[in-house]
């Protein structure tokens, strides 16, 4: 198994990082989360190892998550706080303007289905459409007209951001 996990890393990790990326936005931290999802395959040595990475994967992404929503209440706690640590400097507009366009896209992909975001996210990372049946319990045949479907309703909402931002900057 030594040397068909030592080919999965090679021919996988690079798409388990994007998939993450995808997810928590960070590079660094999606670099972290896939070294930990295959420190963890090392250890379990699962049957099915590709999809099981991507299923490891999207569990440290949802964890991920949930600590950064604690984080932010945690940081939204200290604001109202007297003792308050010195504020940082403001971002670039180059960071505001990132911060925005992944804040539509967060947003837009938050409008799809857990099924459509799964398989979007899914087939971003390079999966098959086996693979992704099998991730999500799709049949094989509906992989595709879901994945087309979820691609136009993502389309479609981030559309109708766009244009919603773009009246209130001229209202």
């Known amino acids: 198994m030594g040397d068909e996990l030592e080919e999965l890393y090679r021919t996988t990790y690079a798409t388990v990082v994007r ?3 995808r997810k928590v936005w960070d590079a660094d931290r ?11 395959a090392m ?3 699962p049957e099915k190892p590709r999809a099981w990475l991507f299923a490891v994967a999207a569990n440290l ?3 991920e998550a949930r600590a950064a929503i604690r984080r932010k ?3 939204t706690l200290l604001k109202d706080d007297p003792v308050t640590l010195p504020s940082s400097q403001p971002a670039a507009d180059e960071m505001v303007e990132e911060d925005e366009r992944r804040a539509r896209v ?3 992909l938050g409008t799809l289905t857990k099924r459509d975001r799964e398989v979007l996210l899914l087939w971003d990372a390079g999966m098959s459409y086996p693979e992704i049946a099998q991730q999500t319990g799709l049949a094989v045949g509906a ?4 994945l087309a479907r979820a691609r136009k309703r993502l389309i479609d909402a ?5 244009h919603r931002d773009d009246r209130a900057a001229h209202s």
Do not use: K, S
């Not at 999606?30 to 963890?40: M, Y």
């Not at 992989?143 to 879901?146: H, I, N, P, Q």
């Open 158 to 162: 981030h559309d109708r951001m766009e």
């Open 73 to 75: 209440r945690h940081l």
């Open 61 to 63: 992404a949802r964890d």
């Open 19 to 21: 998939f993450l990326y």
């Open 143 to 146: 992989v595709g007209t879901t």
């Open 30 to 40: 999606a670099h972290d989360l896939a070294q930990e999802v295959f420190i963890r």
């Open 106 to 108: 967060d947003e837009a």
């Open 43 to 45: 250890a379990h040595r």
